[in-house]
């Protein structure tokens, strides 16, 4: 979805978006039932993410067996060439990395930005052209993906920096 902006090589070099610790699992995708049953089908652990108000919609996340909260824990999607799903497969959070849908700190649903070391969006330039892509041709969608999964609207997140207001005019 952003290929114009980054790169498939520069985000398989990168993959800064595909490790976590277990403090920051709550960065994982959410899943949609239907991708769900597809990775349980493919032996991908998986488990149900807490629900929040407002969201009704059954959600799962990738799995992390390590219980030590600063133990590096790669994606089990990552493969040596990047992510083992095609793109037309993969959750719709990667796809739009470094984007997120997340509220705002007012609670307003919004488009954010990730500000702490994507390389992609390092160069002023580049993250000037993403927000505008966000904010213009890729809203339709993020909009359509919102309505229909709201669960993947995240709690506010100091790493980030609100571009827009999601359901703005």
């Known amino acids: 979805m952003l290929t114009e902006f980054i790169s498939a090589e520069q985000c398989a070099n990168c993959r800064l978006c ?26 991908i652990p998986l488990k149900k993410r807490e629900e929040r ?20 824990a790669l994606c089990p999607l990552l493969g040596s060439e990047g992510c083992i799903l095609p793109r ?13 849908l997340m509220f ?37 969608t993020l909009r359509r993906y919102a309505a229909s999964f709201p669960s993947v609207i995240r709690p506010f997140h100091p790493n980030y920096t609100i571009i827009g207001e999601l359901n703005s005019k």
Do not use: M
Request: hydrophobic share 35%; charged share 25%.
């Open 18 to 43: 595909c490790n976590f610790h277990r403090s920051s699992a709550w960065e994982s995708p959410s899943l949609h039932p239907e991708l769900a049953d597809r990775l349980r089908q493919r032996g």
């Open 53 to 72: 108000p407002g969201c009704a919609a059954e959600t799962f996340e990738l799995h992390f067996h390590s219980q030590n909260p600063e133990e590096p």
């Open 88 to 100: 037309k497969e993969r959750p719709f959070e990667c796809l739009i990395w470094p984007l997120r």
């Open 104 to 140: 705002s700190s007012e609670g307003i649903p919004s488009i954010a930005l990730y500000n702490a070391g994507c390389p992609a969006v390092l160069l002023p330039k580049d993250r000037e052209k993403l927000i505008q892509f966000a904010a213009g041709p890729l809203l339709p």
